[in-house]
C-alpha cells in the first residue's frame, strides 16, 4: 500500500479472512505505524470475546459497541486500524472512518476468503454450522458497500508484507 505522503491514519476495510490484521501487522512492521485492531479494542472494552458478546447480547448490541469503540480512537496519529468485516454496515461508521484517513479495501476472491475463514472459528457470523451460503450472501450484500473506500488493494495472492509494500 504506497502512500506517497504519510498520512496520520490508515483504515482497513474488507470482508472476513480478507488479511486486515495480518497486513495490518506487517505495516506496523515496515511502516512504522502503530497496529490497532477494532475487535481487540471492542473486547478490551467489555472484558468479554466477539463470539461471548453475540451470543449474550445479540449482533444489533455488538454493532453499537462496534461504532462506539471507532468513535473511541478519535485523535489517534500514525495508526493503521484494522476494523470487522461489518463495519461498513453503517454510514455513520464511514463518516468515523473517513476523517481517520484514507479507507482501504482489501479484496480478495471468494474461494481465497472461504479458505481463510475455514471453520470460522471465533467468529460468530461465518460459524461452519451456519453454512456457507448464508456467508456468501452476506459477502455479495456487503461488496457495493466496501466500494466506498478510497483504495481497493487485492489480497487473494501475495503474503502480508508484500500487500504492505
Ligand atoms: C464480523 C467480522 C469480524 C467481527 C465480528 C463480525 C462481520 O471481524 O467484527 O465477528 O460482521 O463480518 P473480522 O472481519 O476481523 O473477522
Not at 77 to 105: D, K
Not at 108 to 129: C, F, K, N, T, Y
Request: with cysteine.
Amino acid at each position: 500500500i504506497r502512500m506517497e505522503t504519510m498520512t496520520p491514519n490508515i483504515v482497513l476495510v474488507g470482508f472476513m479472512g480478507a488479511g486486515k490484521t495480518s497486513v495490518g501487522k506487517a505495516i506496523e512492521q515496515l511502516k512504522g505505524y502503530r497496529f490497532v485492531d477494532l475487535d481487540q479494542v471492542i473486547v478490551q472494552i467489555c472484558g468479554r470475546s466477539i463470539p461471548e458478546i453475540f451470543s449474550l447480547r445479540g449482533e444489533e448490541a455488538f454493532r453499537q459497541l462496534e461504532s462506539a469503540a471507532l468513535r473511541s480512537l478519535q485523535g489517534v496519529r500514525r495508526t493503521v486500524l484494522s476494523t470487522g468485516g461489518g463495519i461498513v454496515g453503517r454510514a455513520e461508521n464511514w463518516e468515523t472512518m473517513h476523517r481517520f484517513g484514507p479507507v482501504v479495501y482489501l479484496e480478495a476472491d471468494w474461494a481465497v476468503l472461504q479458505e481463510r475463514i475455514g471453520q470460522g472459528e471465533g467468529r460468530p457470523l461465518a460459524s461452519a454450522e451456519g453454512g456457507w451460503e448464508k456467508v456468501m450472501a452476506l459477502w455479495e450484500k456487503r461488496l457495493p458497500l466496501y466500494l466506498q473506500a478510497d483504495l481497493r488493494v487485492d489480497c487473494s495472492q501475495g503474503s502480508p508484507e508484500q500487500v504492505a509494500l
